[in-house]
């Protein structure tokens, strides 16, 4: 006999946590009924012998439908679990800051004991002397009534294992079926009618405590003959009170994977053949903190393929392959192991490397300009770079040690700095793999094939005495150059931009220019004069998305960029126009991890980047939980 199944997916109310409820399959009823002269009215005497107490004046309280546990944890995740726990176990992490530690709803003390219909009327009104605040008509984002039982439902379902309530239900059927029926209504018997067990009123006004004590006395319940261990009748009444309520696993995403595999194809994207060189390929497991927890290494086999047996491993994990190929690592997206979901395929590509840089477009290029009170203007230029062939850019001369990406910076230009941008507009931090070249500057990483590749912030400073020209080469062909001006400092040789408007903002007022199709081995130039009008625009933060609206605010610039190139990983987007999702933030992390195992980002930038896209990553979270 199976139990009640139901799949379930959530995102954790403290809104790092991903988990997949299951959802039983439909029960089976049992189609046969049959007569024990052991057994006439079970749990049906007990119905018969409680008494509702009410309030005078008031009908005892209870739902008007059975609650449904699988919507109700989606409740308890978004309104309880940050004090009560994911489980229900009193451990939220707002659980320190209560003048009294949170009720542990799902331990068997509490469960016990524990009636419904006052639980419904805490939940409703709250209990301010404890810190639990009214969830009723009272609060300012009330529940409706179904939601506030349907959370009660979610609170028996995390207390109550599903190994308890198909224990139950093999009591029942040995015990109570034949009086109390396959659905409990009581229709087991042609001659007799023995009470409901479905009856909402009396499940919302009866503790299990009290169902345990009456079937425990033999002299309470006197049609009955049979004597059962404490275990099993805690059992039944477990599986007894889900004919008043829709159970579901709640427990199943927290319980280990006993046996999960994790396989996939390595495949070179250049070639689209399949790789069987003598490469390895390294499984990375991240916690819901996204700290690496477990790290394994498998050699590919002769059809290119990988596989990962995994034993006891948590179903919040996420998991990343990656494989070195020619000395550069390339990895796979991301995935998530579930009961549902035991074997995940994470194929991997992999490029063959090239000196052609023909395939190198710079696809947007922002120049923002501030100016301060000491006669000098910073000049801050972000590039957005693609590699349009299928193949790694590894520079001119092969050896990436010399220079891949190159970049002009102005004559007289001063303090140059270079920033590297990972997953999000806001996220640069800087970078020392810039070098000195003939020309210029280059960077000494592979430019990996796909949209927004590369993102480099150049930072320099220039003379201004009321005015000052700025123009260099541009190696690589440029689709859209943009350049924003604060209002009072006008632009000679407007005949090669094109004014785009102006925005007015706090910060005051900014002109937008933009020039397309500039060939490589062209320039871009152009030449200032004035001053700012506002001196709040003398340090600017500027991001500029594909509508051509400016959004403008104090501090220091740490990005500049379209919104086709804020969804993340440095060479995997997934999409010019849309937000940053998931796969994305992850995928920029493990990019961060990278370049930090690298020794290409220090231990300072490292954390502090890792925990801005950790905080970017649970406010995608939150967003597609409040969906």
Known sequence: ?????????????????????????????????????????????????????????????????????????????????????????????????????????????????????LMFDTITNGRAERGMPPFGPASSNPLDEASRWDAIAAVYSLGTPAEAVERGQAVYEENCLACHGVDGQGNGLADQQPPDLTDLVYWANTSNQAVFDRLNDPAAIPTHDYTLEADDLWAVVDYARTFSYGYTDALAAFRPLELATISGQVTNGTTGEVVTANVTAQLRAFTQELEITLTLTETIDAEGRFQFDLSDVPQDWFYRVAVTYEGVEFGSDFGQLTFSQPSLELPVIVYEQTTDPAAIRVDQLHIVLEFSGDNQVQVNELYVVNNEAQTVFMGETGNTAEGTFQLSLPAGAESPEFQRGFGSLDSFFPTDELIATETGWADTLPVRPGQGALMLLARYTLPYDNGATVAHLLPYLVSQANL????????????????????????????????????????????????????????????????????????????????????????????????????????????????????????????????????????????????
């Open 1 to 117: 006999m199976k139990l009640p199944q139901r799949n379930w997916q959530r995102i954790n109310a403290n809104y790092r946590q991903f988990f997949a409820f299951i959802r039983l399959n439909a029960i089976l009823r049992h189609s046969l009924f049959f007569y024990s002269s052991l057994v006439c009215f079970g749990l049906a005497a007990l119905l018969a012998l409680f008494t509702v107490k009410t309030s005078a004046g008031q009908g005892p309280v209870a739902p008007l439908g059975p609650p449904d546990a699988t919507a109700g944890l989606v409740v308890f995740s978004e309104r309880c679990a940050n004090c009560h726990g994911e489980r229900a176990l009193g451990d939220g992490e707002l659980a320190a800051n209560l003048p009294n530690p949170p009720a542990a709803l799902a331990s068997p003390d509490y469960l016990r004991a524990a009636v419904p219909a």
């Open 484 to 627: 924003v001006l604060p209002d009072g400092v006008s632009l000679d040789g407007e005949a090669t931009w094109t004014a785009a408007g102006q925005q007015s903002l706090a910060e005051g007022v900014f002109v937008t220019y933009s020039r397309s199709n500039l060939p490589a081995g062209s320039a871009v130039d152009f030449t200032l004069r004035g001053r700012p009008r506002s001196a709040a625009t003398t340090t600017v933060g500027l991001i500029r998305d594909e509508t051509g609206e400016l959004l403008l605010g104090a501090g220091a610039l740490l990005a500049a960029a379209a919104a086709a190139v804020f969804l993340a990983r440095a060479w995997r987007l997934q999409g010019a126009a849309a937000p940053p999702d998931r796969e994305a933030l992850l995928q920029a992390i493990a990019d961060l991890d990278d370049a930090h195992a690298a020794g290409e980002v220090g231990d300072k930038e490292y954390r502090r980047e890792r925990q801005e896209l950790k905080k970017e990553l649970m406010t995608v979270w939150e967003a597609t939980r409040n969906e």
